[in-house]
């Protein structure tokens, strides 16, 4: 049987969760645009515990300034998977932003074992330190820009 591309990507697309992939991609990019909070709260209903959902949640109600339903929803989503690194160094800095230091510690403690390597443990390092030692925090967004320079919260961070 002879498989053209066109063939391949319609087998692909098939499957529901491909689709739910791009479905999730495409919001996040539209989220805080098209009331993206609102699709993200239905879609929850449809995949109930779904951890990509929650951090997309938590993600735009963080953008708007629902701090603490965003803390909440990583929280959950921590429960879920708590070896979840996305999104993560946001959810530090909101939790540095309440000065929670408790939850903070042991988030960057949980952080450091799970992957010391990633730029999102080198924010929440800095959030942790930022409020004690300015220079060593520094330190810590500069070394999330030296893993990947795309990581936009460890230019947030410099500033």
Same mark, same amino acid.
């Given at each position: 049987?002879?498989?053209?591309?066109?063939? +391949? %990507?319609?087998?692909?697309? =098939?499957?529901?969760?491909? !689709?739910?992939?791009?479905?999730?991609?495409?919001?996040? *990019?539209? =989220? $805080?645009?098209?009331?993206?909070?609102?699709?993200? %709260?239905?879609?929850?209903?449809?995949? $109930?515990?779904? *951890?990509?959902? %929650? %951090?997309?949640?938590?993600?735009?109600?963080?953008?708007?300034?629902?701090?603490?339903?965003?803390?909440?929803?990583? /929280?959950?989503?921590?429960?879920?998977? $708590?070896?979840?690194?996305?999104?993560?160094?946001?959810?530090?800095?909101?939790?540095? +932003?309440?000065?929670?230091?408790?939850?903070?510690?042991?988030?960057?403690?949980?952080? +450091?074992?799970?992957?010391?390597?990633? $730029? /999102?443990?080198?924010?929440?390092?800095?959030?942790?330190?930022?409020?004690? #030692? /300015? !220079?060593?925090?520094?330190?810590?967004?500069?070394? =999330?820009?030296? *893993?990947? #320079?795309?990581?936009?919260?460890?230019?947030?961070?410099? *500033?």
């Amino acid at each position: 049987q002879n498989f053209s591309f066109s063939n +391949l %990507l319609g087998i692909i697309c =098939s499957f529901q969760n491909f !689709r739910f992939f791009i479905i999730i991609n495409k919001l996040t *990019v539209f =989220s $805080p645009f098209l009331g993206g909070l609102d699709i993200y %709260l239905e879609l929850m209903q449809r995949f $109930p515990n779904n *951890v990509h959902i %929650l %951090l997309e949640i938590a993600k735009v109600e963080t953008i708007i300034g629902k701090n603490e339903e965003a803390i909440m929803n990583f /929280e959950k989503a921590r429960l879920i998977d $708590p070896n979840i690194m996305t999104y993560m160094d946001e959810y530090a800095i909101l939790l540095k +932003l309440k000065s929670d230091y408790t939850k903070l510690n042991k988030l960057v403690h949980d952080m +450091l074992h799970i992957d010391p390597a990633r $730029p /999102e443990t080198c924010i929440a390092l800095a959030a942790f330190w930022e409020r004690k #030692d /300015e !220079r060593k925090a520094l330190t810590y967004a500069e070394k =999330s820009l030296r *893993v990947d #320079d795309r990581h936009i919260t460890g230019y947030i961070m410099k *500033v």
